[in-house]
């Protein structure tokens, strides 16, 4: 985090919208899911979130989305599939059998927003492919258990890292979880890695995306042509899940969770 930048606390009202916005965003993303079966294209299932979000009266956080001088992102939904990181661009792709797909998307309603994304199998898929996304999912929850009044920033990277590594995964550096609210991105970046007990104190009213991304061979990374999809530079499984989570005085509160959902 620079100098000068801060952690933006959020008051009573603002939490109560983006609880809202988190609720749209879990759902739409739930549907999504049940929508990703072999001969899909990733194409049919931008369209599927493009029409929900309109639907909604909501609009799209990632569609046009260019910094730092990129093309402009040109979908709703990023659909990562296989090798896929981050940021995979929907298009003619169809889904096969034994295919693995992060699906990341983004709500925005009254200049608020909330962000998730899931690994899913499309249809059946080998026990390698099973364990990296089940692993990776715990390592998201290992790091939102973390995020409690009075811990460091460091604490979240640091606990998503140990349960990656544990299973001798790669976690990803090049790709960061961020704070979410007026913006996609607010400060902090919160890392997928590091040591604990270092970086700002946690606080009741912060609202952080985290977002630990695993592959199973190495963690470099390597961005495509198109200049957004990041794929693992070893041609290895990755995953990606993600969630946006308020702290409370209690502990935890996953904002884009609902029943159903990861």
């Not at 604490?155 to 913006?183: L, M, P, S």
């Not at 952080?208 to 070893?234: C, H, K, Q, Y």
Request: proline fraction near 6%; hydrophobic fraction near 35%.
């Amino acid at each position: 985090m620079a100098i000068g930048e801060r952690i933006a606390i959020k008051s009573r009202r603002e939490i109560e919208l983006m609880r809202d916005i988190g609720h749209f965003t879990a759902e739409i993303l739930l549907e999504l899911r049940e929508r990703a079966r072999p001969g899909v294209t990733t194409a049919t299932l931008d369209e599927y979130a493009a029409r929900a979000l309109e639907k909604r009266g909501l609009t799209s956080p990632f569609l046009g989305y260019a910094p730092g001088g990129v093309a402009p992102y040109p979908a709703v939904l990023c659909t990562s599939v296989n090798d896929e990181i981050v940021h995979g661009i929907p298009g003619p792709r169809e889904l096969r059998e034994g295919d693995i797909i992060s699906l990341d998307f983004g709500v925005e309603l009254r200049g608020w927003h909330g962000d998730s994304a899931v690994t899913i199998a499309v249809g059946g898929i080998d026990s390698e492919a099973k364990k990296l996304i089940e692993t990776t999912h715990e390592a998201l929850d290992e790091g939102i258990a973390q995020m409690v009044p009075g811990n460091r920033l460091s604490d979240i990277g640091h606990a998503v890292e140990c349960r990656a590594t544990k299973e001798g995964y790669g976690v990803v550096e090049q790709f960061v979880g961020h704070g979410i609210g007026r913006r996609m991105h607010e400060p902090p970046q919160v890392p997928n890695y590091g040591r604990p007990g270092r970086g700002p104190r946690l606080k009741p009213g912060m609202v952080f995306a985290i977002e630990p991304m695993v592959n199973i061979g190495s963690e470099r990374v390597r961005v495509l042509d198109d200049e957004w999809t990041a794929v693992t530079a070893d041609g290895s499984l990755s995953a990606h899940f993600e969630h946006t989570v308020l702290i409370t005085d209690n502990g935890p509160e996953v904002l884009t969770r609902i029943e159903g959902s990861h």
